[in-house]
C-alpha cells in the first residue's frame, strides 16, 4: 500500500509561484507514474501534469502549459508541481496520484492523495 503525503498549498495573489510537494511511503515509488490533479469549487477533477516513472516524459494539461513543471525525486519519494503565474482560475484542491504501471498519463489512478488546498486572489 502505498500513501501519498502532499503540501505546499496556499493562498497567494495572481501571478505569484507556489511548490507542491507530495511524500510517498512504499518502496515501490520509483516504478509509478506520478501525476497532479485539481478540483475547482463546484467542478469535476481533472488532469494538471503526470510524470514518468523515470522523469524523463512529462505531460501537462493546455491550461496549465508553460507555467507549471512537475518533477520527482525519487531518492526523496517525492513528487513535486512548480506553480508560477498563477491564476484565479487556477484555484482548487490539488491532489497528487500515482499509476502502478508507471504511465505518464495517469490513466489509471491507484493511490491518491487527501489534498491540498490552493487560492489565487485577483
Known amino acids: 500500500q502505498v500513501q501519498l503525503v502532499e503540501s505546499g498549498g496556499g493562498l497567494v495573489q495572481a501571478g505569484g509561484s507556489l511548490r507542491l510537494s507530495c511524500a510517498a511511503s512504499g518502496r515501490t515509488f520509483s516504478t509509478y507514474g506520478l501525476g497532479w490533479f485539481r478540483q475547482a469549487p463546484g467542478k469535476e477533477r481533472e488532469f494538471v501534469a503526470g510524470l514518468s516513472r523515470s522523469g524523463g516524459i512529462t505531460y501537462y494539461a493546455d491550461s496549465v502549459k508553460g507555467r507549471f513543471t512537475i518533477s520527482r525525486d525519487n531518492a526523496k519519494n517525492t513528487v513535486y508541481l512548480q506553480m508560477n503565474s498563477l491564476k484565479p482560475e487556477d484555484t482548487g484542491v490539488y491532489y497528487c496520484?500515482?499509476?502502478?504501471?508507471?504511465?505518464?498519463?495517469?490513466?489509471?489512478?491507484?493511490?491518491w492523495g487527501q489534498g491540498t488546498q490552493v487560492t489565487v486572489s485577483s
Open positions: 496520484a500515482a499509476d502502478r504501471s508507471g504511465n505518464y498519463l495517469l490513466r489509471r489512478q491507484d493511490y
